[in-house]
């Protein structure tokens, strides 16, 4: 089974720069491709950046692209979000989510396990 915990999330100013963590924390690893979403109050849930097991495709959002990057530690099952120059419009709940497998989408109903969410908030 699959645990997913995401940390690293915080209240920064704008500008600021944050680094979010995601580990699948069950006891059975698994080989997975990872991704990072996002949900704002009152608005869809959006996707952030994903990364394949391998490593060797990464994709982000038109949104993020250039501020974002994400990289993973294979032998850790950890996948990190490095978020530079933060804005306040990136202020929401970043949800950390995984498949089995090499997988490359941006399509959230494609990722079956979910971590339960980290805030972040950004100031003017």
């Known amino acids: 089974q699959v645990q997913l915990v995401e940390s690293g999330g915080g209240l920064v100013q704008a500008g600021a720069s944050l680094r979010l963590s995601c580990v699948n924390s069950?006891?059975?690893?698994?080989?997975?491709?990872m991704a990072w979403f996002r949900q704002a109050p009152g608005k869809e849930r959006e996707f952030v950046a994903a990364?394949?097991?391998?490593?060797?495709?990464?994709n982000y959002g038109c949104s993020v692209r250039g501020r974002f990057t994400l990289s993973r530690d294979i032998a850790k099952n950890l996948v990190y979000l490095q978020m530079n120059s933060l804005k306040p419009e990136d202020t929401a709940v970043y949800y950390c989510a995984a498949a089995v497998g090499e997988l490359r989408t941006t399509n959230l109903s494609e990722y079956p396990y979910w971590g339960q969410g980290t805030q972040v908030t950004v100031s003017s």
């Open positions: 069950g006891r059975t690893a698994s080989s997975l491709a």
């Open positions: 990364i394949t097991w391998s490593g060797a495709y990464t």
